[in-house]
């Protein structure tokens, strides 16, 4: 499984956009993956669609996902690749090359605010595979991490091959992959004669086509409050990839100070601005959820400008005196309406 470094905040397909008094056929499919669960609606499915090959095709699809990027199989590309030896070029298939090849575009884009070596200082700070004797390590570990740490300096790629240049150098994608496992089942969908489906894997998602009421397919993006699960928005999503990151959900506290999960890889360190949320809208759902992630690190007063400067569809939802404000991109008001809120 690929189990995800950021919490990703869950989005609610409202059933009410879902069911009618006389609706076309729907088939459903869930499951488990990547430490998660899967939804897969199809409406309107191809008479010659079988039910079982569908199913059938989409646990093939998510275990080669898995297969290729999940750092808890030691046989998978990225398990092969970390326990690779410094300057030894590994070949990579090209789901991983494309995810690989994406990550870097979107690194570059962010200012290094989106980074798949970041499993040092996961590790380091407690939000890995173990906790630290001490909850806020010192910044001696902290720089020695951070040497690790920066996929242009320390990754490269040549052709369909990536090098490290430290045997200690890991990649993690799992604030990717998911993003892109939910693309590759939509492409087996289509491929399979689906035109109107949406593909969720824990939280994030892509739609096409309309549901079953003929509308776009009714998302609530949640409120990030520990206090329980609100519908904060809902937003009509037809046709692109949508995802969310928190930072609400995995924390820990020392000292009378809070300190998040969502680490920066320029710092080495927890984030300390109020953004609690980011939901991205974009063209698929890998986009989405690796943006998601580095708008998320970046926060509101830095993010919002990027994401103008990019064209990106963006909804941040910050924390101002005990209350959630709104704040969108240009791109997100113009595809979702105004979601400013005071």
Same mark, same amino acid.
């Given at each position: 499984?690929?189990?995800?470094?950021?919490?990703?905040?869950?989005?609610?397909?409202?059933?009410?956009?879902?069911?009618?008094?006389?609706?076309?056929?729907?088939?459903?499919?869930?499951?488990?993956?990547?430490?998660?669960? =899967?939804?897969?609606?199809?409406?309107?499915?191809?008479?010659?669609?079988? *039910?079982?090959?569908?199913?059938?095709?989409?646990?093939?699809?998510?275990?080669?996902?898995?297969?290729?990027?999940?750092?808890?199989?030691?046989?998978?590309?990225?398990?092969?690749?970390?326990?690779?030896?410094?300057?030894?070029?590994?070949?990579?298939?090209?789901?991983?090359?494309?995810?690989?090849?994406?990550?870097?575009?979107?690194?570059?884009?962010?200012?290094?605010?989106?980074?798949?070596?970041?499993?040092?200082?996961?590790?380091?700070?407690?939000?890995?595979?173990?906790?630290?004797? +001490?909850?806020?390590?010192?910044?001696?570990?902290?720089?020695?991490?951070?040497?690790?740490? &920066?996929?242009?300096?320390?990754?490269?790629? *040549?052709?369909?091959?990536?090098?490290?240049?430290?045997?200690?150098?890991?990649?993690?994608?799992?604030?990717?992959?998911?993003?892109?496992?939910?693309?590759?089942?939509?492409?087996?969908?289509?491929?399979?004669?689906?035109?109107?489906?949406?593909? *969720?894997? &824990?939280?994030?998602?892509?739609?096409?086509?309309?549901?079953?009421?003929?509308?776009?397919?009714?998302?609530?993006?949640?409120?990030?409050?520990?206090?329980?699960?609100?519908?904060?928005?809902?937003?009509?999503?037809?046709? =692109?990839?949508?995802?969310?990151?928190? +930072?609400?959900?995995?924390?820990?506290?020392?000292?009378?100070?809070? =300190?998040?999960?969502?680490?920066?890889?320029?710092?080495?360190?927890?984030?300390?601005?109020?953004?609690?949320?980011?939901?991205?809208?974009?063209?698929?759902?890998?986009?989405? +959820?690796?943006?998601?992630?580095?708008?998320?690190?970046?926060?509101? *007063?830095?993010?919002?400008?990027?994401?103008?400067?990019?064209?990106?569809?963006?909804?941040?939802?910050?924390?101002?005196?005990?209350?959630?404000?709104?704040?969108?991109?240009?791109?997100?008001?113009?595809?979702?309406?105004?979601?400013?809120?005071?």
């Amino acid at each position: 499984m690929i189990r995800p470094l950021f919490a990703t905040l869950f989005l609610f397909v409202l059933a009410g956009c879902l069911f009618g008094d006389d609706t076309p056929d729907v088939l459903r499919f869930s499951g488990e993956t990547m430490g998660t669960t =899967y939804n897969v609606t199809v409406v309107d499915p191809p008479e010659a669609l079988d *039910e079982a090959a569908v199913q059938q095709a989409i646990t093939a699809t998510l275990e080669a996902v898995n297969g290729s990027m999940s750092n808890w199989d030691p046989q998978s590309e990225v398990s092969r690749f970390n326990s690779s030896a410094a300057l030894e070029p590994v070949p990579m298939s090209e789901p991983f090359a494309t995810v690989m090849a994406l990550s870097n575009d979107i690194h570059d884009a962010s200012g290094a605010r989106f980074d798949v070596t970041l499993a040092p200082l996961i590790e380091l700070w407690g939000f890995g595979t173990r906790t630290p004797e +001490d909850e806020v390590p010192p910044p001696a570990d902290i720089n020695a991490a951070l040497d690790l740490v &920066g996929q242009r300096e320390v990754l490269r790629m *040549e052709g369909d091959a990536l090098i490290k240049t430290d045997d200690a150098v890991s990649v993690n994608l799992s604030a990717i992959a998911k993003g892109y496992g939910v693309d590759a089942v939509a492409e087996t969908l289509s491929e399979a004669g689906a035109a109107r489906y949406l593909v *969720e894997i &824990g939280g994030d998602l892509v739609t096409r086509g309309l549901n079953a009421e003929d509308e776009p397919w009714a998302i609530g993006i949640e409120r990030p409050d520990v206090a329980g699960r609100v519908v904060e928005l809902v937003v009509p999503v037809s046709g =692109y990839g949508l995802a969310s990151s928190g +930072d609400y959900r995995n924390y820990f506290e020392a000292g009378g100070e809070r =300190y998040s999960h969502i680490l920066d890889p320029t710092t080495g360190r927890p984030v300390t601005h109020s953004t609690a949320s980011v939901t991205v809208l974009a063209e698929n759902a890998t986009l989405a +959820d690796g943006w998601a992630t580095a708008l998320l690190v970046a926060g509101a *007063e830095v993010g919002l400008p990027l994401a103008e400067a990019e064209g990106l569809a963006v909804l941040f939802i910050t924390r101002e005196d005990g209350a959630f404000v709104t704040s969108a991109s240009r791109a997100f008001s113009e595809l979702i309406g105004d979601t400013t809120s005071e």
